[in-house]
Nanobody, 126 residues
């Protein structure tokens, strides 16, 4: 089974950028649809971006559209989330997730994932 480890979080000023990475070990990443979630203190975990196994289909939550970009490199077994124009309300723990499936179309309506990383903290100061 795949194991996921996020990195790249940190403290950034509002308006700044960060790139999160999710390194996978185990089976080929091309067998997995993936997504990024986040959870702020006192709030429910929310999906913010989804990508299908090939990387050809992506989908974003409204909060991420135009500011975040999800991508993947299956050869490197890595999932990315590039975040720009960050806002204080983006402060949260960010998690990558994987599901053993090969969907043709990514969707942020999909929230059932079997494999999760431990999370990386993103803090945006005003």
């Amino acid at each position: 089974q795949v194991q996921l480890v996020e990195s790249g979080g940190g403290l950034v000023q509002a308006g700044g950028s960060l790139r999160l990475s999710c390194d996978a070990s185990g089976p080929s990443l091309s067998n997995y649809d993936m997504a990024w979630f986040r959870q702020a203190p006192g709030k429910e975990r929310e999906v913010i971006a989804s990508i299908n196994w090939s990387g050809l289909s992506t989908d974003y939550a409204d909060s991420a559209k135009g500011r975040f970009t999800i991508s993947r490199d299956n050869a490197k077994k890595t999932l990315y989330l590039h975040m720009s124009s960050l806002k204080p309300e983006d402060t949260a723990a960010y998690y990558c997730a994987a599901q053993a499936s090969r969907s043709s179309k990514a969707s942020v309506d999909r929230r059932e994932f079997d494999y999760w990383g431990q999370g990386t903290q993103v803090t945006v100061s005003s």
